[in-house]
């Protein structure tokens, strides 16, 4: 994929999640495991591995038996892009509306507090506005 990266589905999350678990797995081990976590049949499973492949998501390698199926993208990129598509969405763009939003509601916890301190620390320590 180049450009503009794309965002994933639910569906494609849930495939994904499976592989970023454990990779590289066969087409029915995906579809296994997706029907253990989902309750979706085997043949759906199947169909969302080769969709997923078809547009660039999964990269496979031909294994001994049957092809081994691996994401592209990784699940830390893939969090990033979920999480600014979110804050587009919802709060225009504005981290500070999230975390005022959530603040001003008291759902954040003294461990949250803590962790956003630590995250604006090592922003600040590395020069960033």
Not at 40 to 60: F, I, P, Y
């Amino acid at each position: 994929m180049t450009g503009e990266k794309q965002r994933l589905t639910s569906t494609e999350w849930e495939v994904c999640e499976c592989l970023w678990e454990t990779s590289p797995l066969t087409i029915t081990q995906i579809a296994n495991a997706l029907t253990a976590r989902t309750g979706w049949s085997r043949s759906t499973g199947e169909t969302l591995v080769r969709r997923m492949a078809d547009k660039g998501l999964l990269r496979w390698e031909q294994g001994p038996r049957a092809k081994l199926y691996y994401p592209v993208i990784d699940r830390e990129d893939a969090v990033v892009q979920e999480t600014r598509g979110f804050l587009r969405k919802v709060f225009g763009g504005s981290l500070g509306l999230l975390v005022n939003t959530l603040a001003e509601r008291e759902e954040l916890s003294q461990e949250e507090i803590g962790q956003l301190y630590d995250a604006l620390r090592k922003l600040e320590e590395r020069g960033h506005d």
